[in-house]
């Protein structure tokens, strides 16, 4: 792609090229036309310019075809036959015509070679240009749109694995948070429902006059005792039933003493 930029760059330098020597050498062939006025060379003279606008016109379309170059190049060519001709025979006559006919038509000659050059060079250029640009077609677009396949293949695979690895975190996390529910679930059933359970049933058995029950709350985890609030409630009912155990025990004791006295 760069070589075709670069060739592209200089395509439009050589076409500048030759619209620079276009018009100079036109004009040129204009003013000689008088050197051959009276003679049987005059339309030969004035038809030389009109060869030198049709190479030019010529040129111009050669850069921007692509169907029908070959004829256009063999026209250009044929032009080229023509003009050379012509100004031959011209150049010759001009020796015949005085200092001024000659040495215009060694100016002619001079800037007749540097036009055909820079026409030559457009042409070339152009052709190199339209071979890159076919090569890029042809060759290396294929070459890259299947590097880009190539690519998106590997993109969509890497994403179906990432993909994967991420459904499979997804169910490593619902499983991870599945297990931690259950033991929380499990902490709160064993270390706080039930011995609420418990002390709840113990008091409930001290309020219909069972004074023997007790809670013996015990709260423990991987082999120690916890002592929270749950526990310390647990203990304190137990010692409120051990406390009114006794106090019922001794007024039992005292009224029987009374009794028997």
């Known amino acids: 792609l760069d070589k075709a930029m670069d060739l592209g760059d200089g395509l439009r330098e050589r076409k500048e090229e030759g619209e620079e020597a276009t018009g100079p050498l036109v004009a040129k062939l204009n003013d000689s036309i008088k050197y051959f006025e009276g003679t049987g060379l005059v339309n030969q003279a004035g038809l030389q310019r ?10 111009e379309r050669y850069l921007m075809s692509y169907s029908d170059r070959d004829a ?13 001709a012509a100004f031959a025979t011209l150049k010759a006559a ?8 000659s040495g215009a038509a060694r100016e002619i000659d001079g800037m007749w070679q540097a036009y055909s050059k820079a026409l030559s060079q457009a042409v070339a250029s152009n052709d ?14 294929p070459a890259v749109i299947e590097a880009a396949n190539g690519l998106t293949k590997l993109i969509a695979a890497h994403a179906k694995e990432s993909a994967r690895r991420g459904i499979w975190l997804m169910a490593a996390s619902v499983v991870v948070c599945a297990v931690f529910s259950v033991f929380f679930i499990w902490m709160a059933k064993t270390h706080m429902i039930a011995p609420l359970l418990r002390i709840r049933e113990t008091v409930d058995s001290l309020t219909s006059g069972d004074l023997t029950g007790r809670a013996d709350v015990k709260i423990g985890f991987a082999g120690w005792d916890i002592k929270d609030e749950i526990a310390g409630l647990g203990v304190s009912v137990d010692a409120m039933a051990g406390q009114m155990s006794g106090m019922i025990g001794r007024i039992t004791e005292t009224a029987g003493m009374l009794s028997s006295a």
């Open 128 to 141: 190199s240009y339209h071979g890159q640009l076919t090569a890029l077609v042809d060759k290396h677009a």
């Open 94 to 101: 001009s020796f015949s015509k005085g200092e001024g006919a």
């Open 72 to 84: 256009i190049a063999v026209e250009m060519k044929n032009t080229v036959a023509e003009f050379e």
């Open 50 to 59: 009109m060869r030198v606008v049709k190479l030019s016109y010529l040129l």
